[in-house]
Every structure is written in C-alpha cells, then in structure tokens.
C-alpha cells in the first residue's frame, strides 16, 4: 500500500504487524504518537535551528483528519515544538495536540493556549550552581546551555569531543539533579535536568486514555522514548495493537525494540505520507 512511489513500508515483528493492520482497517480507532527531535526534525547541531522536515508537515496534514488523534509528544517546551514545527494554523491539524517537557506541558491546536505547571524550585537552584560546576570540569569549548523554562539541558554536540564532554558531564550533573530532586534525563549528545513525576509513557498512557484511542502507533529516536516504547508495549499486554517506530539506528536501545526502523525524519515524513493515503483510501 502507500503509492508506487511511496510504498508502505514493512514492520519487521508480528506484533507491529498486527499493529499496522488494526491501523490501517480501522484508522479512526488510532492516536498516531511522534516525537519531534530526530523523528519530526533532523538533528542540527544547534538546538535553535531544529525544524519540521519539510515533508512532515503536509504528511500529518493529511494523516490527521483519518486518524482518532496526532500528538507530539517531546521534552522541548510546548510552545517551541508548536514554533519549531510550524504546528499552529495548519487545515487538517485542527484537532493536534504538542505535549511538551515529557509530558508535563500541553498545547492544543484547538485552543492555541498551552497549560503547564507551576516551576519546580529545584531547576533554579541547581541552574545557579551550573557555572561553577562547568567550570571545575575544564570541558573546553562548544558545551552549551539550552534554557527550557521548566528544565535546562547542558548539550555536548558541538563540544570539541562530544562524547568525552558527555561522559565527563554525566556523574556531575546526576549528583545536581539529585541534590535538588530533579531528574537526570539523558539524549543525543545531551544531559537535561527536569523535574520528576511524567515521562513519555505516562503522557502516552495518559492521553490514549483520555482519547479513547484501540490503536497506538509511536514513533521516536531517543532515549526518552524508551518510557513510551515500554507504555505501548503494557498497551498491547491490555489487547491494544500497536507499532513501534524507530527513527534512525544512533540509539541501539531503541532501534532494538522496534517493529520498524526507518533512516531519519524524512523516512518517518514519507511513511506518514503513505499511511495517510494508505488509509484515505479505504
Ligand atoms: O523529545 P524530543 O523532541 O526528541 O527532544 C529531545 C531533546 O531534543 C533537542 O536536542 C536534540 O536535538 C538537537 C537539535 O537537532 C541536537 O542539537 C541535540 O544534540 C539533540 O539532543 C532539544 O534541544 C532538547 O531540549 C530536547 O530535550
């Protein structure tokens, strides 16, 4: 299925086959589920300059209105994932939903107003003892300081050695998150600190509940999607078919679990594209 051009592509498990076929027959019973970094938008070594790929766009446009619901779900802040991927206003993402911050922030296409928590005071006390602790590690440069509001993410991508600057971060700031009962989340040549209580799963448990929704299909790239892999493989415990998606192969964790791995973001865009005249076709 999908077009000549485009076909469907094949998941690689029984279980994620079952999933795609309950999709594909009943598609207004699905919530389609995507992250936005390396799923929606390729990685880029600056944060700031992160966007939709171009064809994601018109693909959730045309899945979306076949579908029971499309949700991002990221550790980005609401309102930049609805910015970086130019979520707001589109005919056909009428009904879309951006949960940001894990889970802990939720922006509604119908509404174009977000909804988040109160701060955790533990992110402006343990931001405060950042520079120092940067400093007494020597990292030389290229470590950045991604301000997210709720959280801050240390990233090492444009480090002189991003790994080496990982891995000498990685203890430090596990001991600040824990000193100031924040969580130590870890991703693609970044560290973040935020606070605990959500994750992806819990948003995606959360929201299929509040949707109604048979049928999950979850697409991500890194280890914060791990929590929701683990949510939709409970889901399917509970008889719910679903679809595992990989967005590239950088995070064997993963890529390992899944019942489909394609390329990067303009893989995901182009199987978005073709379930969505997969099933317009039905
Ligand atoms: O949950 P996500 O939507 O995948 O967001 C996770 C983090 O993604 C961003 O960092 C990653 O993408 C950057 C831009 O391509 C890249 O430079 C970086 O190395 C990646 O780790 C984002 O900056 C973080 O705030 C998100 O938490």
Sequence with gaps: MGSP????????TTTGTAGLTALLAHPAKAVVALDFDGTLADIVPDPEQARAHP????ALAALAPHVASIVVITGRPAEVAVRFGGFAGVPGLE????????????WDAATGTVTA??????????????????DGLALGQGTWIEEKGQAFAVHTR?????????????????????RHGLVLEPGRMVLELRPPGVDKGVALTRYVDESGA?????????LGDLPAYTAVDALRANGHPGLLVCSGTEVPELSTRSDLTLPGPAAVADFLAALAEAVSAT
């Design 117 to 134: 928590p109160d701060p955790h005071p533990g992110v402006a006390a343990a931001r405060a003892e950042l520079p120092a602790l940067l």
């Design 55 to 58: 064809r994601a766009l018109p």
């Design 158 to 178: 444009r480090a002189t050695d991003p790994q080496a600057a990982f891995d000498a971060l990685r203890t430090p700031l596990a001991g600040l998150a824990t």
């Design 5 to 12: 051009e485009n076909p469907l592509p094949t998941p690689t």
């Design 95 to 106: 009904r879309l939903v951006v949960l940001g911050h894990y889970g802990a922030e939720r």
């Design 214 to 222: 048979e049928t999950i299909l979850y697409a991500g790239d890194d």
